[in-house]
């Protein structure tokens, strides 16, 4: 490749799919990351983790061939051909043996809209199981689910984010923007600068919540009655939106009824946010022209999530900010592809364009574009920690691509051991991670910038990551892999390794669907740096939603009624205390690749407990120390941090790592009935001092 020439691209990480420029060194293996101040989301800002995201590419560890677990019970190095014959025979002998739902498939929100496409169909139509999910489930299914009921459409944003800095005022609600996505501050910064308030929700004042004009800090799990506060204020106060209500909403009676039944002293009782900054909040929110909420996993990784949120979409509904220029409710999605992700077909009960699997309709659609009856396709299937708890019982091997659930996955202590009772398990990773590293074959695919590709970011932008690297030779990618498993099991057609032809059979898929591609090709990203779904054949992109109608079937929106109801678990004698996880600036989801990088090693090496002084001194914490975190389902080690910057009745784990120090050892798989999202974000712990 010509050394002077760059090519655009997009960061490997998180959902903000920041623009980079890469170019290609010398030595043909590596690339170094410049500036790309065109792309308007970061222009031209990085954090850490995009800046040194090609570290992974030329580490010494990344796999670079594949490997079969001997009779010695070790993974030892084997050629891709016996690899992949395994891999068929692991999977088509549990399907001979127990049948075809006894495979599962495990995707990831990393994965590119092609490869997240051709997982769906591989599952569907090679092995035939409806025993497909993703992590993404633990992502921002509750955001999803919640603005599928009340708006009939899942777009994480309905407006662009260059829209933030224009509004009047944003209520952030449980996201840690200065440290998971940094380039997107600034958007809150242009913000304030232009006069807007800045409200954020969070039971820790973090980097992001001392930027806030007003820092709620309610008791992890009780932001749903924090709202329903806010919307008996706003009720009380006669700050609601009538017309708005009466001409674009339906179901208010019933939702204005529930948030009467929460007074603010009560939601003060409950969320330990006293009224007067209740009363302040909605001041803030009402007396601007425009406003937002914005959602991350905060409300989202509850057994309520959905709710929750819910509640967030009613106060702006009742305040009519929602459908109109610089308003809005918008949840902001976490990983790579967590957007693109969920619109084409790995989650359990969905078709590519966000069909719903059980609607014939669909079924009939997508079986046409795959060339199948649409009887064969089975029907939906579990949720992705339902699918993790029966490996070993109901469903005996796994396929696994772009997850590490053995430290993502809650309750992980238990779901590593459901994944070691597998009969046969096969990943397809970049490097060995802790779930890769049990498994029966290992598979070794190519990077972000070894390969072309689609993902979609938060706002509903699709872009395109392109190839600036000629990959190792023992490693191949992920479509190249379903391909050759799919010719093994008998299906020589319809899995193309092209990824532009991929997508070009996504788009007909798509046609019609809520997420609609037909009229995105890779010709018209590139030549306009991303095109906002939907768009169908033909059409424009649409950065905004919902500005004439909403997606439901009367094209109102729907309130509807929700009300305050304690986590799945509460502190009581024996576990006296409220855990809540996180992340941290230096590393990226389960840290599969950024505990690869030294750089982001050296700035975050390790968890840690975050406490504050008063609950350290009555347990006897150390700042440093080892402290031992102790739940219902496990133990976790890591040092203590002491800071006056978080609840006195509350810690913090970040769940980057694996190990003693895992936070997901400890965390509650307690599931949202709608979304079937686990409570992440609240369990009750007791603290004891550890050996160190
Ligand atoms: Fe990458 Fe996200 Fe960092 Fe941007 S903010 S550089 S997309 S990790």
Redesign the pocket.
């Known amino acids: 490749m010509d050394r002077m020439h760059t090519i655009a691209t997009?960061?490997?990480?998180?959902?903000?799919?920041?623009g980079?420029n890469l170019r290609p060194e010398a030595d043909g293996r590596s690339v170094t990351v410049e500036e790309r101040t065109g792309f308007p989301v970061?222009r031209g800002a990085?954090?850490?983790?995009?800046?040194t995201?090609p570290a992974v590419l030329s580490s010494r560890v990344r796999l670079t061939g594949p490997l079969i677990r001997s009779h010695a019970g070790r993974l030892e190095p084997a050629t891709w051909e016996e690899a992949l014959d395994a891999v068929a025979e692991g999977l088509a002998r549990t399907r001979r043996e127990d049948g075809a739902d006894a495979v599962g498939v495990f995707g990831g929100g990393g994965l590119t809209n092609e490869k997240a496409y051709s997982l769906g169909k591989f599952a569907r139509v090679v092995l035939g199981t409806s025993q497909i999910d993703y992590n993404g489930r633990f992502c921002m299914s509750s955001a999803a689910a919640a603005h599928q009921r009340a708006f009939g459409l899942d777009r994480g944003l309905p407006f662009p984010l260059e829209d933030i800095p224009r509004t009047g005022c944003v209520i952030l609600v449980g996201s840690n923007l200065a440290e998971?996505?940094?380039?997107?501050l600034r958007y809150l910064t242009e913000l304030r600068e232009n006069g807007g308030t800045l409200i954020v929700v969070d039971p820790r004042r973090t980097r992001t919540a001392e930027q806030a004009d007003l820092h709620l800090a309610p008791r992890p799990g009780t932001d749903l009655a924090l709202a329903l506060g806010l919307l008996h204020l706003v009720v009380a106060e006669g700050r609601t939106d009538e017309e708005f209500i009466a001409d674009r909403t339906t179901g208010w009676p019933e939702a204005r009824a529930a948030a009467m039944a929460h007074w603010p002293e009560l939601v003060e009782r409950i969320t330990g946010v006293p009224v007067p900054r209740l009363r302040e909040a909605v001041e803030m929110f009402c007396a601007p022209e425009s406003a937002m909420v914005l959602t991350a996993r905060g409300p989202e990784q509850q057994s309520k999530g959905t709710d929750t949120v819910g509640a967030w979409i009613n106060l702006c509904l009742a305040t009519g900010r929602a459908g109109r220029p610089l308003s809005g409710y918008g949840c902001l999605t976490g990983q790579?592809n967590g957007q693109g992700g969920r619109e084409h077909g790995q989650k359990a009960d969905q078709l590519p364009g966000y069909r719903k699997l059980d609607d014939p309709a669909a079924r009939a659609h997508v079986a046409g574009v795959w060339g199948v009856d649409p009887d064969t396709l089975p029907g939906p299937g579990r949720s992705a920690y339902e699918l993790l708890d029966a490996l070993g019982t109901d469903v005996r091997a796994l396929l696994l691509m772009g997850s590490n659930p053995v430290v993502s996955a809650p309750r992980a202590s238990h779901i590593e051991e459901r994944i070691r009772s597998l009969d046969f398990l096969a990943v397809a990773d970049v490097v060995l991670s802790e779930t890769a590293a049990l498994a029966d074959v290992v598979l070794p695919v190519t990077q972000w910038a070894e390969e072309t590709g689609t993902t979609t970011n938060l706002e509903g932008r699709v872009i395109l990551r392109r190839r600036a690297l000629t990959p190792p030779p023992g490693v191949r990618t992920d479509l190249e892999v379903m391909h050759a498993l799919a010719a093994r099991l008998g299906v020589e057609k319809g899995f193309p390794t092209d990824p532009e032809e991929v997508f070009d059979e996504l788009r007909r898929a798509s046609a019609g669907g809520p997420a609609d591609y037909s009229g995105i090709s890779y010709r018209r990203i590139a030549d306009e740096d991303g095109v906002f779904w939907p768009c169908p054949e033909g059409g424009e992109g649409a950065p905004r939603l919902f500005l004439d109608r909403f997606a439901t079937d009367d094209g109102r929106a729907r309130f509807v009624p929700v009300a305050h109801r304690d986590a799945a678990e509460v502190p009581d004698e024996e576990y006296p205390v409220l855990l809540t996880t996180g992340r941290v600036v230096s590393q990226?989801q389960s840290g599969a690749q950024t505990r690869r990088v030294d750089e982001l090693n050296a700035a975050a090496p390790a968890p840690f407990v975050e406490l504050h002084p008063r609950l350290a001194a009555r347990v006897g914490a150390v700042d440093g120390r080892s402290l031992a975190v102790v739940s219902r389902r496990g133990r976790a080690v890591a040092a203590a941090r002491i800071t006056d910057a978080i609840r006195a009745d509350t810690v913090f784990m970040p769940f980057h790592w694996p190990g003693e120090g895992r936070a997901n050892t400890l965390t509650n798989p307690a599931l949202d009935p709608v979304s079937r999202m686990p409570e992440f974000k609240v369990c009750a712990v007791r603290l004891e001092p550890a050996e160190e």
Do not use: I
């Open positions: 997009h960061c490997p990480y998180c959902a903000l799919q920041c980079m970061n990085l954090c850490g983790k995009g800046r995201a998971t996505m940094p380039p997107a790579g990226y």
